[in-house]
């Protein structure tokens, strides 16, 4: 796709279309989710973890690799780490509209625990490949290596948790439990399911293309930082349906499925990384960025590092009913969106 002769109106005209799309798939493939997490029995948690957060992770996936063929190390990370920043932001403000209490504390999992702890484990991965010698097999760093397997390991990991758990949580009568509302039902019925869930992931990863393209002109055209864009603009854009899957979900009651949503989704996010390294042919690609980049490094492990906090003290309400946790995750977004922009 050469979108190099188009003007700025139908370069912002089809940036806009292709996040509208992607924001339409993320509306309704929440809801065909929370119905195969109910009737494959696998919980809300999980499926939220896993399945939602690889589907709507496809669009920011697609343009991560898209970017690194075409040898844009710092956009490409930008857009995957700037997204795990955004998404976990998208979580905060969902707290801030269900009003009954904490969603931290309500959405209380042991695999949204576990997650979490996975996820600071695999953004550190990529902080040892920057200061780490330069060295590559084949193009590939071992620090992607070491992120494809680690995944691999937490999310078989992540069914045992779910299938034994050795701690659970201390229910309270705010505690929303994840209970099936489908029962099981034929096989015909499950398969219609699982093909709207790929068609919707298929128009989600078509439009993230366009928005690499897009973003990949207006970076050399305008002179905009690669950083900036794909923090601010590309990750965003694909973050769309995370903000979109959160909110539904909570007003549907799916809570859990709302917060291991983003956090599994944040978890998928990382594989971004390993998918570009091994797209971008001019050797690791850790050792390609800047140090702009890590700045959306960093803000991602603290916001989740201060969600796990939440996830653990479970604060019944705060100021305005949102816990510290979400207020911290707000202000810690905003001020790195004021470093990178002024």
């Not at 100021?319 to 969106?337: D, K």
Request: charged share 15%.
């Amino acid at each position: 796709m050469n979108l190099e002769n188009l003007g700025l109106v139908w370069l912002i005209a089809l940036f806009a279309l292709s996040g509208a799309v992607i924001l339409a798939c993320g509306v309704r493939i929440t809801g065909v989710a929370d119905r195969i997490a109910d009737r494959t029995g696998l919980g809300e948690a999980l499926i939220g973890g896993l399945l939602l957060g690889a589907a709507t992770s496809l669009s920011g996936t697609v343009v991560s690799v898209t970017t690194a063929l075409e040898g844009r190390a710092s956009l490409s990370f930008s857009n995957a780490v700037g997204g795990i920043a955004a998404q976990t932001a998208f979580l905060a403000l969902a707290d801030t509209i269900y009003r009954r209490v904490n969603l931290e504390h309500a959405a209380a999992d042991l695999s949204n625990l576990f997650q979490g702890a996975l996820l600071i484990l695999l953004l550190s991965l990529p902080l040892l490949g920057f200061v780490g010698p330069d060295y590559a097999l084949y193009g590939v760093s071992p620090v992607s290596i070491a992120l494809f397997c680690v995944y691999i390991a937490g999310v078989v990991a992540s069914k045992r948790v779910k299938d034994e758990p050795m701690w659970l949580p201390v229910g309270t009568h705010e505690t929303r439990l994840d209970a099936p509302e489908e029962d099981v039902q034929d096989a015909r019925g499950n398969l219609r399911i699982f093909l709207v869930f790929g068609g919707l992931m298929v128009l989600m990863g078509l439009s993230g293309y366009v928005i690499s393209q897009i973003a990949g002109v207006a970076t050399d055209r305008y002179g905009l930082s690669a950083s900036v864009v794909g923090a601010l603009m590309t990750a965003v854009v694909t973050s769309l349906p995370e903000l979109v899957t959160t909110l539904a979900a909570v007003r549907r009651g799916a809570l859990q499925l709302a917060v291991g949503g983003i956090i599994g989704g944040n978890t998928f996010d990382t594989l971004f990384l390993t998918l570009s390294d091994v797209a971008y042919r001019d050797g690791s690609l850790y050792h390609a960025i800047t140090k702009d980049d890590l700045l959306w490094l960093a803000v991602g492990l603290c916001v989740t590092a201060v969600l796990l906090l939440g996830l653990i003290v479970r604060q019944k309400s705060g100021p305005g009913r949102i816990g510290f946790e979400s207020a911290a995750i707000l202000a810690l977004y905003a001020g790195a969106v004021g470093i990178s922009a002024f």
